[in-house]
């Protein structure tokens, strides 16, 4: 997607620059299980994808209306992870969501069930104040080395990474807001124009 923004998410991953919640590993790539589905949107209008399934995550991806008409895809991958200074991202599939109009803000909705939601239920029990990995090509404010500071270029990956603050404690994009009910957990992330990879 070389025209796209895309960001990964491995909860959490961003990519399209770039691949929000959960996740590639180095090495020789094992077998990966990937669902994605995408939605093309008139120059000013809203654009939602329809929600996408793998295992015990679903994702959602809601871009902004754009100045031009947009694209907008939403992808989960199983068996990638991102490479987060203090972890994180080993629940659930990773969610890659991109637009390829560079002037719309996107909302991610990552939702996760079964052992992978206890999973992430407990890291955000754990430690409210961070969630996740966050993978932008483009540096970002986020948690690492034990408090807030800009995110880290990985090589490996091609991406800046970093834990996701909750909403509210920065005044800047990317950042979540974590909801839990019924045993589902719901991680909702709010990114920039061009921001895409996450995984819990």
């Known amino acids: 997607m070389t025209a796209s923004h895309q960001r990964r998410m491995a909860v959490f991953a961003s990519a399209g620059s770039a691949l929000l919640l959960l ?16 939605t093309h949107c008139d120059a000013g209008a809203a654009c939602t994808t ?16 754009s100045r031009t008409s947009q694209t907008v895809t939403a992808e ?3 068996d990638q ?16 969501f991109s637009s390829d109009a560079a002037d719309a803000p ?3 909705t990552y939702t996760v069930t079964g052992a992978d939601g206890n999973a992430v239920s407990a890291a955000h029990k754990a430690h ?7 993978g932008s090509p483009q540096a970002f404010s986020g948690y690492t080395d034990g408090r807030t500071s800009r995110s880290v ?14 909403c509210g404690s920065v ?19 709010h990114a920039g124009p061009g921001d895409p990879k996450v995984t819990p």
């Open 171 to 189: 005044d800047t994009k990317p950042c979540f807001t974590f909801a839990e009910s019924g045993g589902t957990v719901t991680l909702t992330i």
């Open 23 to 38: 996740l590639a590993a180095c090495g020789t790539k094992p077998t990966q299980a990937v669902t994605n589905t995408s």
């Open 128 to 134: 409210p104040h961070y969630l996740g990995c966050f």
């Open 153 to 166: 270029f990985v090589a490996s990956d091609g991406l800046y990474e970093a834990a996701l603050l909750p």
């Open 50 to 65: 329809g929600p996408v399934t793998l295992g015990s995550t679903t994702l959602t991806v809601a871009a902004n209306a």
């Open 76 to 78: 989960l991958v199983t």
């Open 81 to 96: 992870k991102l490479h987060c200074p203090t972890g994180g991202g080993d629940a659930g599939a990773m969610a890659i």
């Open 106 to 108: 996107k909302t991610v």
